[in-house]
């Protein structure tokens, strides 16, 4: 409804700015932010495949750190 020009919607940053058809209405909503952990048991901590997988998105995820955060529109 929002991209048809109908409505409003709470939309996260990293998936509503890149979008052309969108367009911010007002400011990131405070009471929308969360924290990102990454996560794993402790005995798979230094297994390689999980290690790989980790660093992976620790890397991309920081990369794109700003969109996430609402701090960078991309259009």
Not at 45 to 58: K, M
Request: hydrophobic share 40%.
């Amino acid at each position: 409804m929002a991209r048809a020009g109908m409505g409003v919607a709470a939309l996260p940053c990293y998936l509503a700015d890149p979008d052309p058809e969108l367009r911010r209405v007002g400011s990131p909503l405070p009471d929308m932010e969360v924290s990102l952990w990454l996560l794993t048991h402790p005995d798979l901590r230094r297994v390689a495949r999980t290690r790989t997988v980790l660093d992976f998105l620790a890397y991309h995820l920081g990369k794109r750190r700003a969109l996430i955060e609402g701090r960078e529109q991309s259009k």
